[in-house]
């Protein structure tokens, strides 16, 4: 045949495509009627007339492949459901493993994707960013995030890339009255009329143009609106709050989504504030954020940021200190780093930058990734390693439909499908899952995930290529293994499984890899709750039980001591305490603090000072290790002050009775020294704190005795009413807000358990079936051993002995990385726990005793079976 031109070759190639058949009925030998119809008419025509005879018989020829492919997926389909029903339990403990895995998948997915959808709804989120300032001063290092009253609209005039700036001041706890109603609300901010420019916030009712512009008007939330005024029009309304009185509703918004990192339901107009014209730019009390133009430089827009401040920081600091900037800088070693934050990194991204809410953090997203990614892959290498040790059940068949003409690419288009059917049946499984467990999810978690959720496109094609990729990770080995056996091979039983004894095949290393992923997650369970039992336990220089803390005592005014004496006299009330500064989450106060004998100008760096009463101390039965408490017969205690053992080493001191501090230009002498007690989280070294008498009414700590709690608290409720009957009674147990600073860990403890119980019950369930298949493949040699005399426990220490050895290899992989990762997560608490071999040992011991009692099901049933039946088998 000589050489064809492109077009000729290309009608050739497609006509050879085409059905044999259809070929041949249509058009004949294609090369001897080409060169008949070339050498009649000449190669043009002859090429002419081909493509149109292809074209012709095209659509039938597609029509014919569309209805071979049906019929040949009916047929896979049919193969597929007659398989599954004839192997009910290898199939019932693939959908369950699988099953598990995906909705633990699924879970944590609907988890990441809420942490990682924070604040993204707003239309400008990509441009909107929080000005973070970031001082370094000697040692220490002040972050918040805040910056000083005139700063937003001198970045807004005098930076060419911000766009817009906005201004939040939060207020907490206010009283909010409404007719002969009251109502304690803390989600209360002051903000600018340029809200609606920057963040995405829609009214509905108002106008966003006019609703924060003037004095004493609000803008309420949907919930707000329903709760104090019911069905009736919120805009033109009046509301009565604390210092603020008469303010006027001018707009309604929209419920703030729950995936953002700020949640008011009252917003006051800014010119309200009259902090809000304070020229003074040495304050850090407003949020402040601001609205890029697309394209700015963030970088170089910080530094413009940075040095506007300074700029305006410059004549501020020369009138106070008589200094230059540069001098007050050098003199104290104070650098300058502030930054921009990204809005969609807040919640995930701050570290110990606060803000208007707790945040979340990143690590923790990382962690729930890696578990639901370990977990379905166990569920994967469950399947893959029943279905290549169901091999040899196949292996005739493979044979037999070689031998009959299939192609290997049949086989492994069924092997596939099954594979990827069994996983989509899982996927349902694992969804029917989700949508029970959801709830209670929610409640472990502290989140408020919907079962709609599940329906979005976003998470339908999720689901769906996690279904198909598992499906093909799953079915791929198997198919390709199962379908390359000979048939001569097979036909004649000569085929060897692929475990075999004396070495480890991929079986096997994949039954390891299961146990190394699941005694991972055991260790890590265990060293985090040894960690949170050892918070639990932990000396902590006071004592946080049966302490009942008032809260917004304030309005009590002058009449708060006689609340307190009043109590006291109540037998279940032992201690009573007056201050808004406890060892909990609260409020807090540093200052700059010098002793005695530093005559430098240099300021010494804030310390936590801590305005008390008398009865702080004695209250929370901290202990005096030198010197005294507060005492009311000593009037010169007024002049004094108590500090902690951290204090002490702060300011070099051997003796430090009688020494002299200076803070808020008063001179005060110590009298005493406390035992070092945490005020912060365990994740923190303790700090130097100094406690002096000072008027604190925010809080009213009682301690209780443990007979009959709630008679005292109603005690308590019922002589607040006597003194404030308007104010609603707030409390807390001391014990729980102590708690509270390591609810994620709580949180994580719990989810590492319950995901370590379910990695462990998946692996347990590859385990048994695997258990299942060695028995029945060697029933008759079980049989034999049996007739010779073999005991039950020879025969399952037989059948048991490889897997056991299989974990315990598991085990000595695992340990040193769990070491190594828990000993990194330790590192985030300056007070931890050390652990040692136990915690290893244990958990070797939670694997090694399931894998033998799972095992064990399976081996004393094919033990203790009727050896008559085992040498009959096949």
Wanted: charged letters at 20%; hydrophobic letters at 45%.
């Amino acid at each position: 045949m000589r050489k064809k031109s492109p077009p000729a070759l290309a009608a050739w190639i497609l006509f050879h495509l085409l059905d044999e058949e259809i070929r041949y009925s249509a058009l004949g030998d294609f090369e001897e009627r080409f060169t008949q119809k070339a050498a009649a008419k000449g190669r043009p025509a002859a090429l002419i007339y081909y493509w149109m005879q292809i074209l012709i018989i095209l659509p039938s020829f597609i029509k014919t492949q569309i209805t071979w492919s049906i019929e040949m997926l009916k047929n896979y389909l049919k193969l597929t459901v007659r398989i599954l029903r004839n192997q009910r339990s290898f199939s019932l403990i693939n959908i369950l493993g699988l099953g598990i895995g995906m909705a633990c998948c699924l879970l944590i997915l609907l988890y990441v994707q809420d942490e990682l959808s924070y604040d993204r709804y707003h239309e400008n989120a990509g441009r909107i960013y929080r000005f973070v300032s970031n001082t370094k001063m000697g040692d220490m290092t002040l972050e918040v995030a805040g910056v000083s009253a005139p700063a937003a609209q001198a970045f807004k005039d005098e930076v060419a890339e911000v766009e817009n700036a906005v201004r939040f001041r939060t207020e907490s706890q206010v009283k909010v009255i409404y007719g002969n109603e009251s109502y304690r609300e803390e989600k209360i901010a002051f903000c600018d009329p340029s809200l609606f420019d920057v963040f995405t916030l829609p009214l509905i009712e108002g106008n966003p143009e006019t609703a924060l512009t003037l004095p004493n008007t609000l803008i309420i939330s949907e919930k707000a609106a329903r709760k104090i005024f019911g069905k009736a029009t919120a805009v033109g309304q009046v509301l009565q709050l604390e210092d603020f009185p008469n303010l006027k509703v001018t707009g309604v918004f929209k419920d703030i989504p729950a995936a953002s990192h700020f949640h008011f339901d009252f917003i006051i107009s800014m010119s309200s504030l009259d902090e809000s014209r304070d020229p003074n730019w040495m304050t850090f009390n407003f949020q402040t954020y601001v609205l890029l133009h697309k394209g700015a430089d963030v970088p170089q827009v910080e530094s413009k940021l940075r040095a506007l401040i300074k700029s305006k920081l410059a004549p501020q600091i020369e009138t106070s200190t008589g200094k230059s900037i540069d001098e007050f800088y050098a003199q104290r070693g104070i650098k300058d780093r502030s930054y921009l934050q990204p809005l969609t990194a807040i919640h995930l991204h701050s570290g110990g930058v606060t803000g208007f809410e707790p945040n979340g953090d990143i690590k923790y997203v990382y962690i729930l990734s890696s578990i639901a990614l370990f977990i379905l892959i166990i569920a994967c290498v469950n399947f893959m390693n029943l279905s290549t040790a169901r091999s040899t059940g196949r292996a005739k068949e493979v044979g037999l439909r070689k031998v009959m003409g299939s192609y290997r690419i049949d086989l492994i288009k069924q092997f596939l499908l099954e594979s990827i059917v069994l996983s989509f049946i899982s996927l349902i499984v694992g969804i029917l899952i989700v949508l029970t467990v959801l709830p209670a999810f929610n409640q472990l978690s502290g989140k408020d995930l919907a079962g709609k959720d599940l329906g979005s496109g976003i998470m339908l094609g999720a689901f769906a290529g996690i279904a198909l990729l598992t499906g093909l990770l799953a079915g791929c080995y198997p198919a390709f293994v199962i379908s390359s056996f000979r048939p001569v091979t097979i036909l004649r039983g000569r085929l060897k499984d692929s475990l075999k004894a004396g070495r480890l095949s991929l079986r096997s290393g994949l039954v390891i890899f299961q146990f190394i992923a699941s005694i991972l997650l055991i260790i890590s369970t265990l060293v985090i709750f040894s960690q949170l039992r050892f918070i639990q336990n932990k000396k902590i220089g006071f004592n946080k039980e049966q302490v009942l803390v008032l809260n917004n005592t304030s309005p009590l005014k002058d009449q708060i001591h006689a609340y307190k004496n009043e109590m006291l006299k109540n037998p279940n009330i032992t201690k009573a305490t007056v201050s808004a500064y406890l060892p909990v989450p609260s409020s807090r106060l540093y200052s700059s603090v010098k002793a005695e004998g530093d005559t430098s100008e240099k300021s010494g760096p804030p310390i936590a000072v801590f305005p008390v009463d008398h009865d702080y101390i004695d209250t929370l039965e901290m202990k005096i290790v030198e010197g005294r408490g507060f005492a009311q017969e000593y009037l010169t205690d007024n002049e004094a002050v108590v500090i902690n053992q951290a204090a002490v080493r702060h300011f070099s001191w051997d003796d430090p009775l009688e020494k002299t501090l200076r803070f808020d230009r008063k001179n005060y002498r110590v009298i005493g020294v406390v035992e070092n007690y945490h005020f912060e989280s365990l994740r923190n070294q303790i700090k130097p704190v100094i406690l002096y008498l000072g008027d604190s009414r925010g809080r009213i700590s009682f301690r209780i005795k443990t007979e009959n709690i709630a008679g005292t608290i109603e005690a308590l409720r019922r002589t607040w009413k006597e003194f404030l009957p308007d104010e609603p009674f707030d409390y807390f147990f001391f014990d729980d807000k102590f708690f509270s600073l390591y609810q994620a860990e709580l949180m994580m403890g719990r989810i590492f358990g319950i995901f370590s119980g379910l990695a462990i019950f998946v692996a347990g369930l590859g385990l048994f079936g695997l258990a299942a298949f060695t028995a029945e493949k060697r029933t008759k040699e079980i049989g034999i051993r049996k007739v010779l005399g073999a005991s039950v426990p020879q025969i399952l220490n037989m059948l048991s002995r490889e897997f056991v050895l299989l974990v315990v290899i598991a085990n000595l992989i695992a340990w040193p990385i769990g070491y190594y990762l828990m000993t990194r997560w330790l590192q985030g608490f300056a007070y931890r726990v050390s652990f040692g071999l136990g915690i290893f040992i244990l958990a070797g011991f939670i694997t090694v005793f399931i894998s033998i009692l799972t095992i064990s099901l399976q081996a004393i049933k094919a033990a203790t079976s009727n050896p008559v039946k085992a040498l009959r088998y096949e």
